[in-house]
């Protein structure tokens, strides 16, 4: 059976990954997304660019896949980036987390996203899925296809492969980096603390979705 991976190794999409894609792209539409497909990550810094005013205000959540598609460093290099400096102190960067809610634009990668049109996120501190609810008047996700899942059961299994990795890459105090595997843990360096689904955006096209044709973060 042909899968949406296969899209990666041959490079092309094959009909029955064609139509998963244009069946989540129509979704997401009527859900009051704003979805974009691309086939290569060399196509997503233009894209984005296109999609932010020259002078605007931006801020970003931590994303694997927005480094790798260079989305990071020209927000850095072509606009205002709120960010905590270096050396910050907790008030301070405090303050600057609560400005972003504020930023003309806010940037992240989604956990997974549904055949049907929702996009689930898991988060820690919260600071990357609050402004993506509410605060910029734009919210730009950027996905590669390996984030696309068949249903919310799905998707739920997925956002905890991804915390567990995550814990495992930066050697959080969690059981699931010693095994790989979810515990439900109650400890304080648990990663996934927060759980969001977008079902629809109330503003319509307030979140762009910008999908791409190949395999991009974890
Ligand atoms: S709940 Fe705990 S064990 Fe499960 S993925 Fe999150 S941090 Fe890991």
Redesign the pocket.
């Known amino acids: 059976m042909c899968t949406v991976r296969c899209i990666i190794k041959k490079k092309e999409i094959c009909m029955m990954d064609k139509q998963i894609i244009e069946k989540t792209m129509t979704n997401l539409r009527e859900r009051q997304f704003d979805p974009y497909f691309v086939e290569s990550k060399d196509e997503v810094v233009p894209l984005v660019k296109s999609m932010i005013k020259e002078g605007s205000t931006v801020a970003s959540g931590g994303s694997e896949t927005l480094r790798e598609t260079g989305v990071s460093e020209m927000l850095r290099e072509s606009y205002d980036v709120i960010e905590p400096e270096a050396g910050s102190t907790p008030e301070q960067v405090k303050e600057t987390m609560r400005k972003r809610f504020s930023a003309d634009a806010f940037l992240l990668s989604a956990n997974a996203i549904t055949y049907d049109g929702r996009i689930f996120q898991e988060d820690g501190a919260s600071t990357r899925v609050a402004p993506m609810i509410y605060g910029p008047d734009s919210v730009i996700i950027v996905a590669g296809v390996n984030k696309l899942v068949e249903n919310e059961a799905k998707a739920r299994q997925r956002v ?1 492969m991804v ?2 990795e995550n ?1 495992r890459r930066r050697g ?1 105090a ?4 010693e095994d790989g ?5 109650r ?1 304080p ?4 603390c927060t759980s969001v689904t977008l079902n629809f955006s109330r503003i319509p096209n307030r979140i762009k979705v910008i999908l791409v044709n190949e395999d991009l973060g974890i």
């Open positions: 905890k915390a567990c814990c959080f969690t059981p699931c980096a595997v979810c515990h439900d843990c400890v360096g648990r990663s996934c």
